[in-house]
């Protein structure tokens, strides 16, 4: 079954139920938005967006090498899920588009295993578009100035957390950095001359499951 097709005997809600959790990010929780949102072009959208602006259907195809004609029609569905909006101005293809939040939490907290099924998928593609990012980055790093390689960093801890304190640290890492990051997205002049997107990834996991003594994985 497509992700972005609902069930048979299933229809949309008439609009997304649009939420915020603590931290102001959009809390995607429901199936249908969680399946809207799960297309590489998309995906691919809501990055150039956030990153650059506003932007027209044409403009943001010529970004991701797509056609204005499928660019049209992925903000459009996008837009009847509440991720996009119109800017105002422009016509037709010319109307320029924009994010309606910076920043998405996909929820995992579903008893619908429907909307659990389109979380991990979401979630997946999210983290492999990402990913893809950092090896790009990986092999044509020695093209960067040698500011830019030293600035780069790579980090591997352990931690011996309860699951409340990873919780809790993994909130408190995005209250450190989410103003930091939305300021200079909502505002491009307070970026300073010289800076460029820069994608910080955090990832937090247990490396074994309960019962295991607390020592991680087998080796």
């Not at 967006?49 to 943001?60: K, R």
């Not at 295993?113 to 998928?121: H, T, V």
């Not at 990873?166 to 930091?180: F, G, Q, S, T, V």
């Not at 800076?195 to 019962?211: D, R, T």
Request: charged share 25%.
């Amino acid at each position: 079954m497509s992700l972005e097709e609902p069930s048979p005997g299933h229809s949309p809600r008439s609009g997304p139920e649009v939420e915020q959790n603590s931290l102001g990010l959009r809390r995607v929780s429901d199936v249908w938005s969680l399946r809207a949102l799960a297309h590489p072009v998309r995906l691919a959208l809501l990055e150039q967006l956030g990153i650059v602006g506003p932007m027209t259907a044409t403009e943001v195809g010529e970004r991701i090498g797509e056609s204005p004609t499928t660019c049209s029609f992925h903000l459009r569905q996008l837009a009847k899920y509440g991720f996009v909006e119109e800017a105002g101005g422009g016509k037709g293809r010319a109307r320029p588009w924009r994010m309606t939040s910076m920043g998405l939490e996909l929820s995992s907290d579903h008893k619908d295993p429907e909307a659990r099924i389109a979380q991990a998928a979401v979630a997946r593609m999210f983290m492999g578009r990402a990913l893809e990012r950092y090896r790009n980055w990986d092999t044509t790093r020695d093209s960067y100035p040698e500011e830019w390689r030293q600035a780069a960093e790579e980090s591997e801890l352990v931690l011996f957390l309860t699951a409340a304190e990873l919780k809790a640290l993994n909130h408190e890492l995005l209250a450190i950095l989410l103003p930091r990051s939305r300021e200079r997205l909502v505002d491009p002049s307070l970026r300073p001359p010289g800076s460029l997107p820069v994608e910080m990834l955090i990832f937090s996991y247990p490396l074994g499951p309960p019962g295991q003594g607390g020592t991680g994985p087998a080796t």
